[in-house]
């Protein structure tokens, strides 16, 4: 069974500009996460999706967006770069069947902001 | 605030030694997990703990669950140089809510 993928791995940007990231669950997870791992802080949750919807939100401006296709896959959008922008962003999925959320992670994108 | 504090946040030992890294909050967990993270990879799923008081061996690792379901440890025996990475605990509060992921403990074992 083929696990969470991610694209691209690596990306370069300069402030200012904006980027898109791809994730595609495990098959049959209809729930993905976006977690932002920088240098030191540890995984600082972004986003959850659930069949569809927006799900719940972590302490991050409104230049951080996304969204979940009808195949459960999903999109990070970061509007107006910023250097501390910097860091791994990592997807997991999941089944949403109540208690017992094990989260299935992808390889992650690396993206620098310069 | 962070709600799931690990210790330590650094540890460096010689092959063969044991370790245990605590992870430990103030508040109830309906599960928790184990993570292993490599350098430039996704954190690695280890195990998931549901139940107060509850043990899981995987080879030379042994996880504990505490009884009141606040905190956890992950015990290494005879540790090896595969075993270096960065180890995270998740708590998750109910099943509809994130994940809360300790800042981790970065591990070293030296041949």
């Known amino acids: 069974e083929a696990g969470v993928t991610q694209s691209p791995t690596h990306l370069i940007k300069t402030r200012g500009q904006q980027v898109t990231l791809r994730c595609s669950p495990i098959s049959g997870h209809t729930s993905v996460y976006w977690y932002q791992q920088a240098l030191g802080l540890g995984l600082q949750f972004l986003l959850w999706y659930d069949e569809g919807e927006e799900r719940n939100r972590g302490n991050f401006p409104p230049r951080f967006s996304g969204r979940q296709f009808p195949n459960y896959s999903s999109e990070l959008n970061v509007n107006a770069l910023e250097l501390e922008d910097s860091a791994l962003y990592l997807c997991?999925?999941?089944?949403?069947?109540?208690?017992?959320?094990?989260?299935?992670f992808g390889p992650g994108t690396r993206l620098l902001v310069l | 605030t962070q709600l799931l504090e690990q210790s330590p946040q650094f540890l460096s030992i010689q092959e063969g030694e044991n370790l245990t890294v605590y992870c430990n909050s103030s508040?109830?967990?309906?599960?928790l997990q184990w993570y292993r993270q490599e350098p430039g990879e996704g954190p690695v799923l280890l195990v998931t703990?549901?139940?107060?008081?509850e043990v899981k061996k995987l080879k030379r690792l042994t996880f504990q669950f505490g009884d009141a379901r606040k905190d956890s440890s992950l015990h290494i025996t005879a540790a090896q140089p595969g075993d270096t990475g960065l180890y995270l605990c998740?708590?998750?509060?109910?099943?509809?809510?994130?994940?809360?992921f300790g800042k981790g403990t970065r591990l070293s074992v030296i041949a």
């Open positions: 703990v549901v139940t107060g008081g």
């Open positions: 997991a999925s999941s089944y949403n069947r109540g208690i017992q959320e094990t989260q299935y």
């Open positions: 998740a708590g998750a509060r109910s099943g509809n809510t994130p994940l809360v």
């Open positions: 508040s109830v967990f309906s599960s």
